[in-house]
């Protein structure tokens, strides 16, 4: 059970950067996310498997959510032909050549034993054709449909095993969600959408955004697709996003959101606040003794200081870019609060005007680091 609007802290190789989970569940995370691609590159499938799935290898008795590492083998791979049956591609480690389709994709989240599991489709790069998008999203719903069959039939054999007494447990049924894609074109997005809820899944992400799209293309895939995504089931936009864009996403239906973005920028001494960024390796916070933001009932706002902060940042102590981390992931985890409480007494609108109108966007790096 998860409480909505939502925010899914990203553990790409079984940790979330910086924190414990322990320090997760004192932050009130409700759901981490696993990426599929890296944990099937390192440590391996057997690992996992041999210390009885992620969420005891990495000590994390909450939901856990996954990729299906389809992203990850389009923009870290180096090399890969994609074709129907599936994607040949040398992982980003040491270049050793694998195989993922559909039918694997769900068979490696079905020994991760994740709590959701995402389908196996195809980020078209930005920008692209609309030829080449109209055929990438075609085939990501053919793709999707064989991880559904895939995943069915794994929980059939399962239950068929149970009933011969031949295994001692209940097989847990993950819950599959489905994914759109269609890049920045509206009509692809639209059919795309509704070709995937054909396929009635348990929830639906909007796929493909936030990969180097200017924002109001991204909002624009968002609305296209959402119309057609059911009301009583998850909508999950992937990767997304700043603060105010998690806030307009929930005006437009969106429930679930995961990004870097918090513990990314921390490691490079950006803190975020209700006004915008600020980067504690400048100057002007030298002698600043001011928390990172006043009212914070974070651990670092707590108990420490900008300048202290910004000390340890400079001279690269782990523990300064651990503070930031804890705050960052403490404001996105508030700000979903906010919105669920707004939302409960349905004054959700005000609130994310209010928000939008003080918080000032500012350049950050957002690839260093």
């Not at 691609?37 to 008795?61: A, E, K, Q, S, T």
């Not at 651990?322 to 609060?337: E, V």
Request: net charge negative; hydrophobic share 40%.
């Amino acid at each position: 059970m998860i409480d909505t609007p939502a925010f899914i802290p990203v553990g790409t190789q079984g940790s979330v950067k910086a924190i414990s989970p322990r320090e997760l569940r004192e932050l009130d995370a409700q759901i981490i996310l696993g990426n599929t691609y890296h944990l099937f590159v390192r440590p391996g499938i057997d690992v996992i498997r041999h210390f009885g799935g992620l969420h005891r290898f990495v000590n994390w008795n909450g939901p856990i959510l996954t990729d299906s590492g389809g992203y990850q083998i389009f923009s870290l791979a180096k090399l890969r032909k994609i074709t129907e049956e599936g994607v040949d591609f040398q992982n980003h480690v040491d270049g050793t050549p694998a195989f993922l389709t559909p039918e694997i994709a769900m068979e490696i989240q079905a020994t991760l034993g994740s709590d959701i599991a995402m389908v196996l489709d195809e980020c078209a790069p930005y920008p692209c054709e609309y030829e080449y998008a109209a055929r990438s999203a075609e085939m990501t719903t053919r793709w999707a449909k064989r991880c559904r069959e895939a995943a069915e039939a794994a929980v059939s054999a399962a239950n068929q095993n149970n009933a011969a007494g031949t295994t001692a447990t209940t097989t847990k049924q993950q819950l599959i969600f489905g994914i759109v894609q269609g890049a920045t074109f509206d009509d692809l997005r639209k059919s795309s959408a509704q070709a995937v809820v054909d396929l009635d899944f348990d929830g639906y992400a909007i796929g493909g955004v936030s990969v180097g799209e200017p924002e109001g293309e991204m909002k624009r895939a968002v609305e296209s697709a959402e119309p057609f995504l059911p009301k009583n089931k998850s909508r999950y936009a992937m990767g997304l996003g700043t603060p105010p864009q998690m806030l307009e996403m929930i005006a437009r239906g969106i429930d679930m959101f995961d990004c870097v973005l918090p513990t990314r920028l921390a490691r490079n001494g950006t803190a975020f606040t209700a006004t915008g960024t600020i980067n504690l390796k400048n100057a002007e916070f030298a002698l600043d003794k001011k928390p990172i933001e006043e009212d914070c009932a974070c651990p670092s706002c707590r108990e420490f200081v900008r300048g202290y902060i910004r000390h340890l940042i400079k001279a690269e102590e782990i523990l300064g870019l651990r503070l930031i981390t804890l705050h960052n992931l403490n404001f996105y985890l508030d700000l979903m609060k906010q919105a669920r409480d707004t939302i409960e007494n349905k004054t959700f609108d005000g609130f994310r005007k209010s928000f939008v109108s003080n918080y000032k966007t500012r350049v950050v790096d957002l690839e260093a680091g």
